[in-house]
């Protein structure tokens, strides 16, 4: 251990309070690292700002207007582990607000095949960027190297968490939120709702994330869905019990709840992370996929998400209901992204009265 990894898990060892607090700068985001940095004043304002920021970009002068925000800035998107849609969206977000982006994604091009630490490896994409978007296979990566930016650089440039190891990944749950909101717009959105998490909640980072994000709304019910190992971390049912967050615990069949359920999350099984490689293709999940049978124990006002890939825990011919939202979902993940990047550079109170402006304009 060198005298970094001494300091950095004392770091990490201490309260999410003191996390947030180096995060967070005068109680406005700079890095998003946990989930538990968003609160409903944030989230809800990422949600006026998402739904701004869509209609301002329906025209060209719009869409113009936001390209110009973010010119003069840069960002390194340093994806460590696969990746499609938060990388793309992430790319597209940058680009919308004009930011130009440089990526690795191919490690065997990094130093650090060289032997370089991850620590100057990030030291070094600061030199370059303004802002630097990452994903790791390492739990505590993104919280590391935000803390080392944050403490012992001359150079902090914001860091945001596309996905850590097996714990978190916030901007996925922000995104999710968004279309929650969204999708019970009309039912005054998210509180009082009941929400299935099912598939692989122990090894997946977005319901954990997810999961982590429900104490900002009011009578929430969750309902974990899943074989018991992969059943939900305990960490995670003590927090929700610390925050008094209604949950029960279905190990048997998705069948079983589906009727009560407002929003129902899918997952895939995370075998990348199995102790031995096959381990999760030994265990049963017939009973916790959703198909077309399935439709009709759903809610009229239902909402089917999955933060994707897919295999087959959701039927293709699913796809087609109504209810089905996840592919909306996926595309919100682009949006959310440039208005939590608009936020984190405040730019985000130009972009609204921008907005008013277009909206009182009796020409637009
Ligand atoms: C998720 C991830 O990478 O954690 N994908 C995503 O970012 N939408 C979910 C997964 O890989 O199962």
Redesign the pocket.
Known sequence: MNILDQEFQQFHHSSTANKIELFNRDNHLFDLILSQQLDRKVLDHIYHLTCAMRKISKSKKGHLFLQNRLPHKRAILYFA??????FLSFESACHLLGIKTSDIRDLSLSSEVKGESSDDTIRTFSSYAHLIVM?HPVGNMAERSAWLLNTHSNRPVPILN??SG?DQ?PT?AMLDIYTLQRSFSSLEGLDGKTIIMCG?LKR???VRSLTYLMKNYNNISLIFVAPPQFQMGEDLLEYLNLHQIQYSIESESLKNVLPQADAIYM??V?DEHDQQKGESAQIDLSNFKLSVDDLPLIKEHGVILH???RRDEIDVEVDRDPRAKYWRQ?RN?MWTRAALIAHIFGVDGEILNYFEEQSDSPTD
């Open positions: 582990q696969p990746s499609s849609r938060t994903r596309g996905g097996h990944h996925q692989d997946g980072r977005t997952t895939r995370q933060p994707f890939p996926e993940g």
